[in-house]
Each structure stands twice: as structure tokens, then as C-alpha cells.
Nanobody, 128 residues
């Protein structure tokens, strides 16, 4: 049974940093994407970043390039999202997601329905 469990959210002031973690279990192979999405109140869920586990290729939404870094620790079965220079607009519930695929570029798909597994989310609040 696949499980994704997020942690690391919290409240920070603008300009601060947070590191989100996604502990994963139950996957049967490394041909998969692990991604982060976020959803602010009243807005659609949006894709933020992703990593292809086999090979480690990373993908970012244009608005997060240079501020956010996605990484993996295979020994700990954990995916991280390091978020720096946070802005009030980054306030949202952040979700970890996963999809099996043999094509790494599919990790950059922002289409929510293409991601098969989801965590419960962790709240990030950035105050000005």
C-alpha cells in the first residue's frame, strides 16, 4: 500500500525558509515521479516541482525556479522541498504526490488527475 506523509510546514515571515518532507512507502520501483503541489484557499491545485526518482532529474514551475529545490534521500525514502525567500503568495496547503511512469519528462505535468497518489498535505503560511 502506497503511503505519502508530508511534514515540515509552518508559519514564517516573508524572506524566510522552510523544508518540507515527504516520507514514502509502498512503491515497487523507481520509475516514478515524486512531486509537490500546492493549493491556496479558493484556488486550483498547482504543480510546484517534481523529481524523477530513477536518475534524479528535477523539474520546476517557472515561478519557483531559483527559490525552491526538490531533492531525494533514497536511504530514507524521503523527498524534500527546500523553500527559500518565501513570499506571502506562497501561502498554501502543500501536497506530496506520485505517479508511475517510464518517461521522466512527465514529472512536469501540472495535471492533477495524472498523479495517482497523494499525501494529506502540510500547511505553509508566510506573513508579510
Amino acid at each position: 500500500q502506497v503511503q505519502l506523509v508530508e511534514s515540515g510546514g509552518g508559519s514564517v515571515q516573508a524572506g524566510g525558509s522552510l523544508r518540507l518532507s515527504c516520507a514514502v512507502s509502498g512503491f515497487t520501483n523507481s520509475r516514478r515521479c515524486m512531486g509537490w503541489f500546492r493549493q491556496a484557499p479558493g484556488k486550483e491545485r498547482e504543480w510546484v516541482a517534481a523529481i524523477y526518482i530513477r536518475g534524479g532529474s528535477t523539474y520546476y514551475a517557472d515561478s519557483e525556479k531559483g527559490r525552491f529545490t526538490i531533492s531525494q534521500d533514497n536511504s530514507a525514502n524521503t523527498v524534500y522541498l527546500q523553500m527559500n525567500s518565501l513570499k506571502p503568495d506562497d501561502t498554501a496547503m502543500y501536497y506530496c504526490a506520485a505517479r508511475y511512469t517510464s518517461i521522466g519528462s512527465r514529472c512536469s505535468s501540472p495535471i492533477v488527475s495524472e498523479w495517482n497518489y497523494w499525501g494529506q498535505g502540510t500547511q505553509v503560511t508566510v506573513s508579510s
